[in-house]
């Protein structure tokens, strides 16, 4: 398994601002991901993190408004940019340690956009 | 793109009763699936998977077949306890460049009743 470490666990923001969120890992993985998960919903895959260039985006996701960023093998972040209420969401990284392994979750990040 | 599908939406049991929860996926490309538990307020876990070169596999209570021609999937669970009470999800990936991108079902609401 993977000791996945994000951050903030919970926020409250005001619409128009933009919030960050942290993704570490306990060692090096292949890949890392961001995931959505509206209220009561199932997850929905925002973007690829891939080190070192830019991510890679899903249909319906865009870079300004989800930047994200990856500078290392064990780290990623998550950038919610120019919020509204729409955005209030579970955020979650995921991960994979190698070519043919599971995939692990990070606990989430709950954002409530007032 | 992959479009999965998972019924029922909510399943309540006796304990020590069996659920089955069906999954269908529509990219052949697709061959690796894996099941999540999520409990209330905490992250997906991966309880299961099975790869497309398998028909099923089986750990402990918990079991999961797959008809690659029918692009069907389901989970099984054989004698069930209050604790096995979560949303599980479903989910399939392609190989490839979209390795470990998941695309998941809706969830079914698991209840089981002592």
């Known amino acids: 398994s993977a000791v996945i470490s994000q951050k903030p666990s919970r926020d409250i923001c005001q619409r128009g601002t933009s919030l960050t969120i942290q993704c570490q890992v306990d060692s090096q993985v292949t890949m890392m991901f961001w995931y959505r998960q509206q209220p009561g919903q199932s997850l929905t895959l925002i973007a690829t993190?891939?080190?070192?260039?830019?991510?890679?985006?899903e249909s319906g996701f865009v870079i300004d408004k989800f930047p994200i960023s990856r500078p290392n093998l064990t780290f990623s972040t998550l950038t919610v940019s120019n919020m509204s209420p729409e955005d209030s969401s579970i955020y979650l990284c995921?991960?994979?340690?190698?070519?043919?392994?599971?995939?692990?979750f990070g606990q989430g990040t709950r954002l409530t956009v007032v | 793109g992959e479009n999965v599908e998972q019924h029922p939406s909510t399943l309540s049991v006796q304990e020590g009763d069996s659920a089955v929860i069906k999954c269908t996926y529509s990219?052949?490309?697709?061959?690796?699936f894996p099941w999540y538990k999520q409990e209330l307020g905490k992250r997906p876990q991966l309880i299961i998977d099975?790869?497309?070169?398998?028909g099923e596999k089986k750990d402990q209570r918990i079991a999961v077949t797959l008809n690659k021609t029918a692009k069907h999937f389901s989970l099984h669970i054989t004698e069930t306890q209050p604790e096995d009470s979560a949303v599980y999800f479903c989910a399939a990936c392609a190989g490839g460049t979209s390795y470990g991108k998941l695309t998941f079902g809706q969830g079914t609401i698991l209840t089981v009743h002592p």
């Open positions: 993190a891939n080190q070192g260039s830019e991510a890679t985006y």
């Open positions: 099975i790869r497309s070169n398998v």
């Open positions: 990219d052949s490309a697709s061959n690796y």
């Open positions: 995921s991960v994979i340690r190698g070519i043919n392994t599971e995939a692990f």
